[in-house]
């Protein structure tokens, strides 16, 4: 069995010229031969280049990392693309939505009307670190990330693959402990090459590439690097520690 993972926005803090924020779709068949699809987090724009990889009303699951904008954002306009597009009245079971607690308040936030928390689209299911939830053929278990809000890195496997999702992430203890066990990791780096790294937000190029080189993970994909900056020299700064490492890219698919 393969997991495969579709990059569908992958540029950090908010939506660029080439990218929507953080989206990614992670797709692997069951033993009857049916393709079940997760979406991790839905960034700021993610909903357009989503409709380019799947039917977003019909995935089976959205995952989310935290409540950041460029994380959830998109959380409203998939629950108005299922109460008000060709599938409103097929009667579609509702989204588990994975994330921190309160993370379906963002709908009312995006919508404008505080008591809407898209429970016609979401069944939300509240994250608790070390807590491992499945889904059709994947297996997700959440760890605490270090970050300015409640935030989770996931690890999300299926067969033989094990994917860790980052999230937004100072490099930190329980992340390293999910990253020990992944065999391919989609990692920030959302202070990119800078030096000054204040702490508890994100990890610099060279955090990342020695957090995939201490677990002794060769697949890394690298992203989260702000919409502003050149992500080539942070790239750099990551193959010193992982060598195979490559940059996320809008509609790449990494078969893992
Ligand atoms: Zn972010
Ligand atoms: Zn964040």
Known sequence: MTLELTIVGCAGSTAGPDSAASCYLVSAADDAGRTWRLVLDLGSGAVGPLQRHCDPARVDGVVISH??????????????????????????????????????????????????????????????????????????EAARALHPVRAFAYLIAAGDSRLLFTGDTDRCDAVDALASRATAILGEAGWAHREVNPPGVHMNGDQLGRMAADAGVERLIVTHIASWVDPEPTLAQVRAHAPQAVLARPGDVHAL
């Open 67 to 140: 409540g950041h904008p460029d994380h959830c954002a998109d959380l409203g306009a998939v629950d108005v693309l299922r109460r008000y597009g060709p599938a409103r009245d097929e009667g579609l079971p509702r989204i588990p939505l994975l994330g921190p607690a309160g993370i379906d308040r963002r709908i009312g936030d995006v919508s404008g009307n505080p008591s809407d928390r898209g429970a016609e689209t979401y069944d939300h299911w509240p994250v608790t670190a070390g807590e491992t939830v499945s889904i059709g053929p994947f297996t997700i």
